[in-house]
Nanobody, 121 residues
Framework: QVQLVESGGGLVQPGGSLRLSCAAS????????RGWFRQAPGKEREGVSC???????YYADSVKGRFTISRDDAKNTVYLQMNSLKPEDTAVYYC???????????????WGQGTQVTVSS
């Protein structure tokens, strides 16, 4: 029942950068894990990055070294800085949240509506 709103998506050329934001409402940020997922046409939703309540981060191999996740607890907001974007990064990106301290891909129960990221020249 947590409300999540993504922003920051758009069209960018290969090699460019975008920063996605996800604000949570009616939510206490303590002891929660925030995550970013994406879904390309014809593909299953996949985990992109995750940050635990303690700040531990995880990244999918496909984005490691290019994407950075961070959080601002005072704003109940999580960010995804995306650099060196590739066409294969094109997808709808979703933020998600779950209770607990551990950063794992399972048990995310609340999702945003998604924001489109298109990487194309």
């Amino acid at each position: 029942q947590v409300q999540l709103v993504e922003s920051g998506g758009g069209l960018v050329q290969p090699g460019g950068s975008l920063r996605l934001s996800c604000a949570a409402s009616e939510f206490t940020f303590d002891y929660n894990t925030r995550g970013w997922f994406r879904q390309a046409p014809g593909k299953e939703r996949e985990g992109v990055s995750c940050i635990s309540s303690h700040g531990t981060t995880y990244y999918a191999d496909s984005v490691k070294g290019r994407f950075t996740i961070s959080r601002d607890d005072a704003k109940n907001t999580v960010y995804l800085q995306m650099n060196s974007l590739k066409p294969e990064d094109t997808a709808v990106y979703y933020c998600a949240v779950k209770l607990g301290p551990s950063c794992s891909w399972d048990l995310f129960g609340s999702w945003g509506q998604g924001t489109q990221v298109t990487v194309s020249s």
